[in-house]
């Protein structure tokens, strides 16, 4: 079937095989100008709803596989960027990248399968138990290398550590602690691996995984209790965004700040599951915190934008954040709730123009309310979502699109409105990158992952059912 369109709509083969009696081949059209919906309305007539609900499953069971493939390690490690020319045999020997974020990543992985375990059935929802377990085997044993419970490994990399002349001065590599002395690990973990990695997944996991996810949370509240909720590396520093503390940056750091409430909030969740007396031994701290400190009632502004220039980055960690936090204080009847609410809200105003379908996924999840046009928006996004994510050289479209006069951070080009998601160059998290960006480096051989897509996907799959069935007061994401 050909589909002729105007020069401004780019046509996208997308090849299924469909149980709807539609054939096994067909075409969509996703429009390459802005736009708050990306099909024209040829493209609405020659895409049924349902045909395009089994394309979006259909693309993830082609993320789930590449992932299965080429971007799990045995330890159950999540390698969420790889050299195409030199992963197979870097899985054969059990070497593994040394990355930045590897818990990040990890996290959000384990907190993915979670959430697709609880929409997915029979075979399909072992498969996704089987790859939650996994993740939070590999943020275990992040844990476990370092010798410190509770203290996460940024990455490891089979011994011995890169030499000075190959690493960045600030990257500190640390000797792997008993019985790992085979490996060596990153130091300098930073707030960012904890907002967005280990809370994700101990608050999506904890019911299908209670003593795994007890044990990661509350290995983490214990370090923090003696160290003045402070990351310290075994040489004694103080990692350099390791501050955790109602005073991290001066008081401002609204994050950080609500991090470390987080790690305690969920602790004493947990442990109170497990037995009224042992969530007790957090709720002082939890409420020295919340009451007398004031942590998340000064922390619901969690990112700022000037001129939108931002960093993106930043939102992922306050969204997924608000992921855990809220529907926990919801569930506990936390009195930071309205505070917690507060900061969503905050947020929302911040980033709607992004037109984020993560962040709006998010929301409905959490303030348990969701329309279903903003549904369709989402859906709709998810469809013409590319499934290339290998570092190849972008589209010429892309040079067509009116760049900004002010540069964005670091000085890189933006566009002035946003950037169709089948034209942006890939990137390792779509959700925590510049949806304004016009350039990307050229590198074939280096392939990221589909986590991007699959999170909001299977966020998208149990909002929808939650839309259709309705939203329960316990329901948690």
Known sequence: MSVTKPHRVRVVALTAVLSLGLGSTWMTA?????????????????LTRAASESLLLEKARQFEAAIQARHLTREGLFLYVVD?????????????????????????????????????????????????????????????????PGLLARGIQRAPAPPMEARDPEHRWFEGAPPHQEWVWRGDASQDQYANGLLPAVAACHEL???????????????????????IDPDGRRTRYGDLSSGAGYGFNSIAKLTGYGVYALASALDSDLSPTSGSRWKAQLSELRDRER????STRTNLRVFGITNFSNDLMAWNLYRALVPLARRR??????????????????VEPDRNPYFQLVECAILQACSRETLEQVREFLVCFPTEK???????????????????????????????????????FEWKANPYRVTGVTSPSTEFTGLDYLSAYWLYRFVAERVAEGFRADDYI
């Open 295 to 298: 942590v998340v009632a000064s």
């Open 333 to 350: 009847q936390d009195p930071a709730l309205e505070d917690l609410l507060r900061g969503v809200r905050k947020a929302h105003a911040r």
């Open 84 to 148: 195409l020319d030199g992963i197979a045999d870097q899985l054969r020997a059990g070497t593994v990248p040394a990355f930045a974020d590897t818990p990040t990543y990890t996290g959000l992985f384990a907190a993915t399968s979670c959430l697709r375990a609880r929409v997915e059935t029979g075979r399909d929802r072992t498969r996704a138990l089987a790859d939650a377990g996994r993740a939070l085997d590999g943020l275990r044993f992040l844990m476990e290398v370092t010798g410190r």
């Open 390 to 428: 290998r570092r190849v050289r972008p589209s010429p479209e892309l040079d067509q699109i009116p760049r900004r006069w002010l540069p964005g951070r670091k000085g890189r080009i933006r566009a002035r409105s946003l950037v169709p998601i089948e034209l942006r160059p890939p990137e390792s």
């Open 30 to 46: 996703c429009t390459a100008s802005p736009s708050p919906s990306p099909f024209t309305a040829e493209g609405r007539s020659e």
């Open 209 to 231: 995984f209670p003593d795994e996810t007890r044990d990661l949370i509350t290995s983490t509240a214990e370090l923090l209790s003696q160290t003045n909720m402070q990351l």
